[in-house]
Nanobody, 117 residues
């Protein structure tokens, strides 16, 4: 499985971005997730979505602002980010196949999100 993340960029505080992650290979039955890593910090969980899309989970820091969704027909997962804050600046990674809370079998290459104040 290979994952390709896109959609990052530079946005002003209060703005929005939508990240996309498309997969090659079978990912239909896997939980998908987004993580992020800011400079000098450890990678942290952002959100996840179950294989059917029926269950989502979010980090407290993004609840109410970010929405994760998936399109199994397109083998893709998305992260809609609204009301962005400077502290959301990070490299965002998509991941597939949950093994543990922060352990996933496959990772994308990351896309940079920069939020200016």
């Amino acid at each position: 499985v290979q994952l390709q993340a896109s959609g990052g960029g530079l946005v002003q505080a209060g703005g929005s971005l939508r990240l996309s992650c498309t997969a090659s290979g079978r990912t239909l039955g896997y939980t998908k997730a987004w993580f992020r890593q800011a400079p000098g910090k450890e990678r942290e969980f952002v959100g996840s979505i179950s294989s059917t899309g029926g269950t989502t989970d979010y980090a407290d820091s993004v609840k109410g602002r970010f929405t994760i969704s998936r399109d199994n027909a397109k083998n893709a997962v998305y992260l809609q980010m609204n009301n962005l804050k400077p502290e959301d600046t990070a490299v965002y990674y998509c991941a597939v196949q949950r093994i543990g809370p922060v352990r996933y079998g496959y990772w994308g290459q990351g896309t940079q999100v920069t939020v200016s104040s």
